[in-house]
């Protein structure tokens, strides 16, 4: 059953991207959708660096497509999709490698055409008057974890 979380500005985004964190597991994926500068990557950095160290260096893989990330307990990869051209490129840049060895962000996931993984976290980001709006659909193993915001 879908969320909605109200994000009145950057400080709520990123303090969501670390609630999710905090419940990510190995093989889980999460997937960011919204239009450009709605959020994606300042969601993602406060995930990451609640997996990491709150100064972690979080580039956006963009251009390199994916950026590698090793917490204490968990690896994560962080996907930027919005450069691939099809979802055939996808066994390109690793994707089922880094499920099988830890857990994934993947910023434009629409680009994977249906081929989505099970276990997935959907959150779509969409710009509002007062802010923005984060709209959580789990599926697969995410079904029944409580996000609590």
Same mark, same amino acid.
């Given at each position: 059953? @879908?969320? %909605?979380?109200?994000?009145?500005?950057?400080? =709520? %985004?990123?303090?969501?991207?670390?609630?999710?964190?905090? &419940?990510?597991? =190995?093989?889980?994926?999460?997937?960011l959708?919204g239009? &450009?500068?709605?959020?994606?990557? %300042?969601?993602?950095?406060?995930?990451i660096?609640?997996?990491?160290? @709150?100064?972690?260096?979080? @580039?956006? @893989?963009? !251009?390199?497509?994916?950026? !590698?990330?090793?917490?204490?307990?968990?690896?994560? =990869?962080? !996907?930027? &999709?919005?450069?691939?051209?099809?979802?055939?490129e996808?066994? #390109?840049?690793?994707?089922? #490698?880094?499920?099988?060895?830890?857990?994934?962000?993947i910023? *434009? /996931?629409e680009? &994977? #055409?249906?081929?989505? /993984?099970?276990?997935?976290?959907?959150? #779509?980001?969409?710009?509002?008057?007062?802010?923005?709006? =984060?709209?959580?659909?789990p599926?697969?193993? *995410?079904?029944?974890? %409580?996000?609590e !915001?």
């Amino acid at each position: 059953m @879908p969320i %909605t979380i109200d994000l009145a500005d950057e400080a =709520a %985004t990123t303090r969501l991207g670390a609630v999710i964190a905090r &419940l990510l597991r =190995a093989g889980d994926a999460v997937c960011l959708t919204g239009p &450009l500068g709605a959020g994606k990557s %300042t969601l993602a950095r406060g995930l990451i660096r609640a997996l990491t160290r @709150p100064d972690e260096d979080v @580039p956006s @893989p963009t !251009f390199t497509l994916v950026q !590698f990330y090793e917490a204490a307990e968990l690896s994560l =990869a962080h !996907f930027d &999709l919005y450069r691939l051209a099809g979802p055939d490129e996808v066994e #390109e840049v690793g994707l089922d #490698e880094a499920l099988d060895n830890g857990a994934v962000l993947i910023e *434009w /996931p629409e680009r &994977l #055409e249906g081929h989505l /993984p099970a276990d997935r976290l959907d959150i #779509e980001i969409a710009i509002v008057a007062s802010g923005r709006v =984060a709209k959580l659909t789990p599926y697969g193993a *995410w079904e029944g974890r %409580t996000i609590e !915001f």
